[in-house]
């Protein structure tokens, strides 16, 4: 199993390569040569033993004992607070709620970083090296990863994030952290602009192999095979042999197309419905064809923020797909994306039928009354992200067909929200403004590559 770039250049590298590396020499995306299967007797047992399966598939040069260790540490009782690490909801006749926020930050990214740093020890101890992790979030990753990281002696974290567009919750669960591996450094901008830094600085070839920079954002694959674990879990215990369609909210298309890989290597999935918010230029592709980049100025700021999103990074590994690995037309394509132009992508449009994706947007009204709804109906309070996913999945919905809306966080992280919506706030309000009333580390800068080099450097000289 080698692993080559989006855009066709550079050699082909070895899970373990792609995993430190993060972005290719070209600043494509790391995708397989060719899709493994999964067999089938892998499928039942616990959620860590199916990690273990899954990590094997794609990371065939790792020894079995180590990526059981790996898929055991990552998934131990005390890392997530469910018996099963994913739960399962019934909601409705055919619609069920996967539980993906019962990890340390209470947010669905712990799923693949809990895994990811793990590997990431295991690696970085084999080579006896360090490694320096520059990420961007929009409000989940950054505490998702730091978390996963700390105390891991041979990394340094410097996560990017857009000053002021995060709820209080997310900003605090990150900016507390008062470790010495950890940097916050709050952009003045959008997420994108925290995005286009990380590729910038992914850019200066000199600088990345100076400072050993890795990624810990979905643009690294082996956080798109954590990911699709949950959706092998989830398809098999939820359809019990029938397909399944999933409804996800998404901004940066991790997460769905995590779900793409788990149906091409042999999950019983049907469709995957791409559920977006104000923001909404993954749904206007799905009906238009025209995939449409927003400037920053243009970015909405919702109450579903991790969403906030104009620029999905991993939409660039789908459009590989649909071409079926044309590099030449998506090195051009992406080229007049960072140009600033839309791309016209209507000749895929019976690749993109075939590949079983539909799509809708949800607002804020939306939210409110879905929030409303299910907690009406069921007494579970779900997050304005996990709403958009229920709204539009139930837009999409089909008789007799099961649907499952993948959870994204915990309800309390988004407490403004979840008042207008029901007039009170779930979880624990001490723990909740313990967290709020601890100081803030962070640095703030300006949307500027020099400055984040600046840091990066300035720490590795200390």
Request: charged content about 20%; some cysteine.
């Amino acid at each position: 199993m080698r692993y080559v770039s989006t855009r066709g250049g550079g050699e082909a590298v070895p899970f373990a390569e792609a995993m430190l590396t993060g972005l290719a020499e070209d600043g494509g995306l790391f995708v397989p040569e060719a899709m493994p299967r999964l067999p089938e007797e892998t499928v039942g047992g616990a959620y860590s033993e199916l990690a273990a399966a899954v990590l094997a598939l794609f990371a065939p040069e790792l020894a079995a004992a180590e990526v059981q260790r790996v898929a055991e540490a990552a998934y131990s009782s005390g890392r997530f607070d469910h018996p099963d690490v994913v739960s399962i909801t019934q909601l409705d006749d055919d619609l069920w709620l996967g539980g993906l926020s019962h990890g340390p930050t209470l947010a669905f990214k712990d799923m693949a970083l809990q895994l990811l740093g793990e590997l990431f020890e295991l690696e970085l101890e084999r080579r006896d090296t360090r490694l320096t992790v520059l990420g961007a979030t929009s409000g989940d990753t950054g505490s998702s990863a730091e978390y996963a990281m700390i105390g891991k002696d041979r990394v340094e974290v410097y996560m990017l994030s857009p000053h002021g567009r995060m709820t209080p919750f997310q900003a605090a669960q990150m900016y507390s952290l008062d470790e010495p591996n950890i940097h916050n450094l709050a952009v003045r901008g959008v997420f994108d602009d925290c995005q286009d830094l990380v590729k910038a600085v992914n850019g200066d070839a000199e600088f990345k192999a100076t400072h050993n920079i890795g990624a810990v954002n979905s643009i690294n694959w082996a956080r798109i095979v954590a990911q699709v674990v949950y959706y092998v879990y989830l398809s098999h215990r939820v359809g019990e042999g029938r397909p399944v369609d999933f409804a996800v909210p998404t901004g940066n298309f991790g997460n769905v197309y995590a779900g793409f890989v788990a149906k091409e290597i042999g999950a019983p999935i049907r469709r995957l419905i791409v559920a977006t918010n104000e923001n909404n230029v993954l749904a206007e592709f799905f009906e238009t064809g025209m995939y449409r980049v927003r400037p920053a100025e243009d970015v909405f700021a919702t109450s579903s923020p991790s969403m906030d999103i104009a620029k999905a990074s991993n939409f660039e590994r789908y459009v590989y797909d649909l071409s079926d690995g044309d590099t030449t037309a998506i090195s051009r394509w992406f080229g007049h994306l960072r140009a600033g132009a839309p791309v016209d992508l209507s000749s895929l449009r019976h690749a993109v039928a075939a590949s079983g994706f539909e799509a809708g947007t949800s607002t804020h009204r939306d939210r409110l009354s879905t929030i409303r709804a299910v907690y009406e109906n069921k007494d579970i309070v779900i997050d304005p992200h996990t709403a958009d996913g229920v709204t539009v999945g139930q837009q999409l919905a089909e008789d007799g067909v099961p649907l499952v809306c993948l959870e994204t966080a915990r309800a309390v992280k988004f407490s403004d929200t979840i008042r207008e919506a029901l007039g009170w706030v779930p979880g624990s309000a001490e723990a909740v403004a313990d967290l709020l009333d601890r100081p803030h580390h962070i640095t703030l800068i300006a949307a500027d590559v020099a400055a984040v080099k600046a840091e990066i450097a300035h720490h590795s000289a200390a």
